[in-house]
């Protein structure tokens, strides 16, 4: 059994924070992407194109134009459109810290909430790929005796939010792994595993639980070495890591009476590990994706489950949706995060070779529906009715 690291906090503020040289990026290819890998690697940017802003040509224009409008709506954040391997916008929007006027810009480091399940869900394909795991075992091969109720429950089951351990709502103690583990034993049962979906950050943070049992790593230490590194997520850290008055690093704000206030604290503990908890920027979000559509952290056989849709009743493959095309609509391939403050959005259409990622800190109003809407029907048809939001 591999040591315990019951002190997560102490461990990751002592984590040394490692500048990585910038890589080059490419674009997602256009392909079938659960019949077959690419036929040839995707084309390469300037290494340099997602450090610095870009506004690029009438397309680039046009977003820019309608965000500039969203901003003086409130809408704060930065946005990245990618098409055909080119970065036709990579701007900041508003206030990344209002009180000392710091704006957003392509540097900026954002709360990505549940977009970090992405890199759980890999992680566990990395692991089943090594031979460190089977998707199909129980998850108490890995984790000790579960209630019979609860025993079949598998690996792919919690990946794909179909395991039904625990019922909505339930508190479950979070000050160590050994606890949460314990306590999601013991919990109420939902459902019989693999019979119903609900989205759950509980089962992530069983997973990551998992990954460090099968690692022998703590889940920080193996993003770090199997996920952040090959993707060049230079930008990339946990909530823990985040310094307090450190300019490229956003501040959350939630709407008030008086006006934008910084939103509540967002602790990083487990039922939180594997769910959520990753700052980074929106290039090294679309630096991430492109890795993986190169098959250069998931081999052939586990990056297929990446991008097929789950079989039913799951509605998420290892941490992100996948959307076949239909006759009135694109195929896409998708992943948002949330929190009281911060929100964020990766969004690939394989088709169009289109890509877009955004990251937002200042929810005063809810951002989503509107530049989920908006951002593709710029990129496709040059104009938007997208509402603003109340």
Known sequence: MRPRFPNRT???????????????????SNVNLAAKPPAARPALAAPDSLAIQHVRGALGKKLDSLLTAYEAHGF???VLVVRRDTVVLLKGYGFADIPRGIRNGPGTRFEMNSITKMFTGVSILQLASKGKLRLGDSIAHYLGPFPASKSGATVEQLA???????????QLPA???????????????????????????AGYSLLAAIVEVASELTFEDYLGEHIFAPAGMRSA?????????ETLFARGYVGSPSGPVPGPPNPYNWGMVGAGGVWTTVGDIYRWAVTVER???????????????????????????VYPGTDTSRARIEKGGGSDDFASQLIHFPGDSVTIVWASNNLERRWRRTLNRALPEVAFTGTTQAPLPQ
Not at 10 to 28: H, K
Not at 160 to 170: F, N
């Open 10 to 28: 102490a461990w990751i503020a002592r984590a040394p924070c490692v500048i990585w040289i910038a890589l080059g990026i490419g674009i997602l």
């Open 76 to 78: 704060a954040g930065t």
């Open 160 to 170: 794909r939010h179909t395991a039904g351990l625990v019922t909505a709502g339930t």
């Open 175 to 201: 000050d160590s792994r050994d606890a949460f583990v314990g306590a999601m034993k013991m919990a109420p049962m939902e459902s019989p595993p693999g019979t119903q979906y609900r989205y759950t950050n």
């Open 237 to 245: 850290v946990f909530r823990t890591q985040v310094p307090a008055a």
């Open 295 to 321: 098959g250069e952290v998931v081999p052939r056989q586990y990056r297929a489950l990446l991008f097929s849709p789950p079989p039913a009743p799951s509605q998420e493959a290892y941490g992100w949706h």
